[in-house]
C-alpha cells in the first residue's frame, strides 16, 4: 500500500547533500531577531529560501543540508502560477518603469482601474464596486464597516453585530479576529478587545461525490433551523453574516454542504443582513469554480478576495460589493467609505495583479485544477490506510489529510522535504493546496511525500 511511498522515500531530493548555501549563517541572524508567523521568537528554527522557481523551493536547513522541494502550500495559498513566472515577472518589471506607488488619495491610475474593471466582470453579476486593501485581513475589516456603515444608512444603528461560524477564520486584525472561531481564534488572549458577537455551529461536513458536494441532508436541515432561528432572535442587532464559502481554511480545512451557504442568503436577505462571503482563500478558482460561492450559485453583497489575486507576488487584497450597498452608503450622512491605507491601489500590486487574473483567464485553469482533484485524490489515498489517519479529503486543488492527534510539525515538514516536498502542517492537519501549474507527475510526489513522512513520523 506504501509502495510509491516508499520508492520515493529512496531517492535522495538534496540538491546538493551537504552543501552549505549559506543557510545556517542567515538563519543564525534570523533566529532571535525575527518573528515568524504565529511564533515565538525561540520557536523552531526557519528554513532558508535560496532559489524559488515555477513550484519549486530551494531551501536550506539549520545543520546546512539543502533541499530541492516542490511548494505543495502555494506560499500559503497565493503562488497559484509557479515563482518566476516571466509573464507576471514582466508585468511588475514594466510597471517599476513607470512608477512603483503613488497615494491613492485624489490620484488613479491604470492598473488600479483595469483591475477593478477585471474583477466586477470576473465575479458574479452584481458585485460593481471596489475597494483595494493591503491584505485580506485589512479587506475583512473594510467588509464589516461597509455592513456597519449600510445599517446605519439604512436607519438601523443598533445593528453592528455579525454572525460568523464556529470553524471560520477571516484574519488577524482586532476586527477580523472577532469573526474568527471563538475557541480556535485568538478570542481568548484578548477578552476585553475583541467584539462579541454571534456564531453558528459549524455546517455539516460535505464529501465530494461526482463532482458535488454532498452532505447529510437531515444534518443539512437542522442546521438552517439553527441558522434560522439564531437570525430571527438576534436580528435587530446583526449587521451581516460573514463566512468562508463551503471550504473553511485555516480554521480546519474543512468543506461543507452548499446548501447552508444558499440558506444564509436567503435567511439574511428575509431579515435585512447583508451577506458577506470571504473568498480570500478559496477565489481565482482553488475550489474547482472560479469563486467558491457558485457552488450554491449564491451571490453576496461583499466579497473579499486576495491570496491568489496577485498571482502571490505582491500583498493585495480586494473587497467588492453591490451597487445597493454602495449606494445605501454614498446617500448615508456619512457618505464616504471610513477607511483608507496608504499603501492602497499600489500599482506595483495592481499590475501583477491584473497579469495574474489573465493568465487564470486566458487558461484552462477549470480543467487543470481538475486534473489536480483528480490526481491528488489518487495520490493521498494510500495516506487513508495509516494508523494515525483520521480522514483524507480532496476538494479541486486542495488536498487534506487528518490525522487522530496534533501533527508533529517540525517532524512531518523535515521527512516531507526528504522525500521533496514542502508543507506546513498545522493542529491535526497536513494539507496541501499546490500551484495550478504542478504536473501529474508533481502532485503524485506530493502525495508520497505527504504520506511517508506521516507513515515515518506518527504510523
Ligand atoms: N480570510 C481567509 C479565509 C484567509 O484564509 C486569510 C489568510 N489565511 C485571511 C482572511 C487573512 O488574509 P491575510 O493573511 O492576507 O491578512
Known amino acids: ?71 505543495a502550500m502555494s506560499s500559503w495559498w497565493s503562488m497559484i502560477h509557479g515563482y518566476r513566472n516571466p509573464v507576471l515577472d514582466q508585468a511588475l518589471q514594466q510597471q517599476a518603469g513607470k512608477f512603483s506607488h503613488v497615494m491613492f488619495g485624489g490620484l488613479t491610475h491604470q492598473p488600479a482601474v483595469e483591475l477593478a474593471e477585471r474583477l466586477t466582470a470576473m465575479t458574479q453579476d452584481g458585485l460593481d464596486h471596489v ?19 449600510y445599517q446605519l444608512g439604512r436607519g438601523r444603528p443598533k445593528r453592528t453585530r455579525f454572525l460568523a461560524l464556529h470553524g ?10 472577532s469573526v474568527c472561531d471563538p475557541v480556535d481564534g485568538m ?50 442587532e446583526l449587521a451581516a453574516i460573514i463566512l468562508e464559502p463551503v471550504v473553511q481554511g485555516a480554521g480546519g480545512m474543512f468543506f461543507y454542504a452548499p446548501q447552508c451557504l444558499a ?48 498571482g502571490g507576488y505582491l500583498t493585495l487584497a480586494a473587497m467588492l460589493c453591490s451597487a445597493h450597498v454602495a449606494r445605501t452608503v454614498t446617500d448615508s450622512p456619512l457618505r464616504a467609505l471610513l477607511h483608507g491605507p496608504t499603501f492602497m491601489g499600489n500599482p506595483l500590486a495592481c499590475a501583477v495583479a491584473c497579469a495574474s487574473m489573465n493568465l487564470l483567464l486566458s487558461s484552462d485553469w477549470q480543467s487543470g485544477v481538475q486534473r489536480i482533484e483528480q490526481n491528488l485524490a489518487a495520490a493521498l489515498a494510500p495516506a487513508s490506510n495509516l494508523g494515525s489517519v483520521l480522514d483524507v479529503r480532496v476538494l479541486g486543488a486542495i488536498g487534506v489529510v487528518e490525522l487522530t492527534e496534533a501533527v508533529n510539525v ?7 522535504l526528504e522525500h521533496g516536498v514542502w508543507v506546513r502542517p498545522f493542529r491535526n492537519l497536513v494539507y496541501t493546496m499546490p500551484p495550478y501549474i504542478t504536473s501529474p507527475a508533481d502532485v503524485s510526489t506530493i502525495g508520497e511525500g505527504i504520506t511517508a513522512a506521516l507513515a515515518q513520523v506518527h504510523g
Open 187 to 236: 478570542h481568548a488572549a484578548f477578552p476585553s478587545l475583541v467584539a462579541k458577537h454571534h456564531f453558528l455551529p459549524r455546517p455539516p461536513a460535505a464529501r465530494l461525490m461526482g463532482g458535488e458536494l454532498v452532505a447529510d441532508p437531515a444534518d443539512v436541515a437542522a442546521w438552517i433551523g439553527v441558522l434560522e432561528e439564531t437570525v430571527a432572535l438576534h436580528r435587530e
Open 131 to 149: 475597494f483595494f486593501a493591503d491584505s485580506g485581513s485589512v479587506s475583512v475589516e473594510v467588509a464589516l464597516k461597509l455592513a456597519i456603515q
Open 263 to 310: 440558506a444564509a442568503r436567503r435567511v439574511a436577505d428575509d431579515h435585512g443582513l447583508l451577506l458577506i462571503v470571504d473568498e480570500i482563500a478559496t477565489g481565482f478558482g482553488r475550489t474547482g469554480r472560479l469563486f467558491a460561492s457558485e457552488w450554491a450559485g449564491v451571490v453576496p453583497d461583499i466579497m473579499c478576495v486576495g491570496k491568489a489575486l496577485s
Open 410 to 416: 517540525p517532524a512531518v515538514t523535515h521527512a516531507a
Open 1 to 71: 500500500m506504501l509502495e510509491a511511498a516508499t520508492r520515493a522515500a529512496a531517492t535522495t531530493v538534496k540538491v546538493v547533500p551537504g552543501a552549505d548555501l549559506g543557510g545556517p549563517a542567515l538563519i543564525a541572524r534570523d533566529r532571535g531577531l525575527l518573528w515568524h508567523p504565529y511564533a515565538s521568537l525561540e520557536g523552531d528554527a526557519p528554513y532558508a529560501v535560496h532559489a524559488a522557481d515555477g513550484v519549486r523551493l530551494t531551501l536550506g536547513a539549520a545543520d546546512g543540508h539543502a533541499f530541492k522541494a516542490i511548494d
Open 168 to 177: 471560520g477564520y477571516h484574519g488577524d486584525t482586532f476586527a477580523a479576529m
